[in-house]
């Protein structure tokens, strides 16, 4: 009897390290490259970050995709994605630690204006800086997820006073929490934006003038979310009245990023290469591992998504 493939798009040198850890894992299932030669119509599993439009639905026996990270957005902008196949995403543990490290380093880095303090080393200048205590200081989370949840609750843990919103309730412990028709209360109150809200086509461009407007003078930005949150134009405009002090950026419209873009030399933007919660072959294969036989057994999974909403 034919063993049923898994077929695994990335485009990354890691790639022939993820086909042989999830081989491992996965020993009843024949594990593929997309480059690879195989039977489409014995591929079942597809395990993919941002495959080519279309590609998904030339697998005719598909019973399940997995996204390789926490966003779904790069299967659902397939126009011609099969509807009835579900589509599990990847999280789990050593993904939310390594997007609470992230965001909590960006955030001290921008209350404690080490961007400054760079600067002025450049120049050989000795310039103390004096920063306000981290409860003199609000963080608004947009984005109220499992990566969202947890870096909300690292910074309040730190000091910070936290609030969060989101599209419908949420309940975190010391932090309060707005919903989509409270963005204006929310946003008037934030020191420091932190986005990491799912790419819907009501999130598509929300980080624009119109919302830095409604944020404090002087405000900081990270979007450790999607590119394609942002209206790039209207950020270097805010960056240059003032209205935004600082954006950290890990997460672009075209990446890598074009070494032409303006955003590599802005004084006023920390650029990294979508590192924030950058999943690799070993914790991500397990995780993708468990969830793929849980799928299997008909068990129960968290991580399954609502294909229709996004989330």
Same mark, same amino acid.
Request: glycine content about 8%.
């Given at each position: 009897?034919?063993?049923?493939v898994?077929v695994?798009?990335v485009r990354?040198?890691r790639?022939?390290? !993820?086909?042989k ?5 996965l020993?009843?299932i024949?594990?593929?490259?997309w ?17 080519p439009?279309? !590609? ?6 598909l019973?399940c995709i ?6 779904? =957005? ?7 994605l099969?509807?009835?196949v579900?589509v599990i995403?990847?999280t789990?543990p =050593?993904?939310?630690?390594?997007m ?5 380093l960006? *955030?001290?880095?921008?209350h404690?204006? *080490? ?8 120049t ?7 920063t +306000?205590?981290a ?9 109220l997820?499992?990566l969202?949840?947890?870096?909300a609750?690292?910074?309040q843990?730190l000091?910070?006073?936290v609030i969060?919103?989101a599209?419908s309730?949420?309940?975190? =412990?010391n ?7 409270q963005?204006?209360h929310?946003?008037t ?7 990491l809200?799912p790419l819907?086509?009501d ?7 119109s919302?830095f ?14 590119g ?9 405009q ?11 950026l890990?997460?672009?419209?075209q ?5 032409s873009? +303006?955003? !590599? ?14 999943? =690799?072959p ?6 993708i591992a ?15 998504t ?6």
């Open positions: 009897m034919t063993r049923a898994l695994l798009y990354s040198a790639a022939r390290w !993820w086909r850890h999830l081989q491992t894992l020993p009843g024949e594990c593929k490259l480059d690879d030669t195989f039977r489409s119509e014995d591929v079942e599993y597809a395990v993919v970050w941002s495959p439009n279309g !590609w998904l639905a030339g697998f005719e026996n019973k997995v996204s390789i990270g926490a966003g779904i =957005d790069h299967v659902l902008a397939d126009s011609l099969p509807q009835h579900p995403r990847t789990g =050593d993904l939310t630690q390594r609470r490290e992230y965001i909590t960006q *955030v001290l880095a921008q404690r204006q *080490v961007n400054a303090v760079r600067l002025a080393q450049n050989k200048q000795w310039q103390p800086v004096i +306000p205590p409860h003199d200081l609000t963080i608004g989370v947009m984005g997820g499992k969202g949840t947890a870096a609750s690292s910074l843990q000091g910070y006073q969060g919103w599209g309730q949420h309940h975190i =412990d932090v309060k929490c707005y919903t989509s028709d963005k204006q929310f946003l109150q934030t020191d420091i934006l932190v986005c809200l819907t086509d999130t598509r461009n929300i980080l624009c003038g919302l407007s409604m944020l404090k003078p002087g405000a900081g930005l990270i979007n450790a979310a999607r394609e949150h942002l209206v790039e134009e209207d950020l270097l805010a960056l240059d009245s003032g209205q935004i002090a600082h954006a950290t890990d997460v672009f419209r990446e890598p990023l074009p070494q873009h +303006p955003f !590599w030399v802005h004084e006023k933007i920390t650029v990294t290469p979508h590192i924030a919660s950058l999943i =690799d070993e914790s991500g294969g397990k995780e468990r969830n793929l036989l849980a799928f299997i057994n008909g068990e129960p999974i968290e991580d399954m609502d294909t229709t909403r996004g989330y």
